[in-house]
Nanobody, 127 residues
Framework: QVQLVESGGGLVQAGGSLRLSCATS????????MGWFRQAPGKEREFVAA???????????SYADSVKGRFTISRDNAKNTVYLQMNSLKPEDTAVYYC?????????????????WGQGTQVTVSS
């Protein structure tokens, strides 16, 4: 069982930055692929970014087209934490952001659904 706790959300003006953090429990964090999703009011949850495990202890990052060049996902295996650095924020980035984890990298593919989820953190971008 993996527990995920997000933090770092808040209110920011358009063009500003926020860094979200997701702290996880467990002793095998490095074996998990991690990702961020978001859900805006009245909309479906959507993929934002993922950092998935490849061969050995290598990782590959992927991003939704809407955030490429503005958001960066990273992880610190020593701290069991994954981050989402969000720059050049836009009002349309306003949503609840959720951290997710799964040992299967395919869970972050087009049709995958990760097994473990955090409670979410609100990000509001004012115009």
């Amino acid at each position: 069982q993996v527990q995920l706790v997000e933090s770092g959300g808040g209110l920011v003006q358009a063009g500003g930055s926020l860094r979200l953090s997701c702290a996880t429990s467990g002793r095998t964090f490095s074996s998990y692929s991690m990702g961020w999703f978001r859900q805006a009011p009245g909309k479906e949850r959507e993929f934002v970014a993922a950092i998935v495990r490849g061969g050995g202890i290598t990782y590959a990052s992927s991003y939704a087209d809407s955030v490429k060049g503005r958001f960066t996902i990273s992880r610190d295996n020593a701290k069991n934490t994954v981050y989402l650095q969000m720059n050049s924020l836009k009002p349309e980035d306003t949503a609840v952001y959720y951290c997710a984890a799964d040992q299967k990298p395919s869970s972050f593919g087009r049709t995958g659904v990760p097994n473990y989820w955090g409670q979410g953190t609100q990000v509001t971008v004012s115009s």
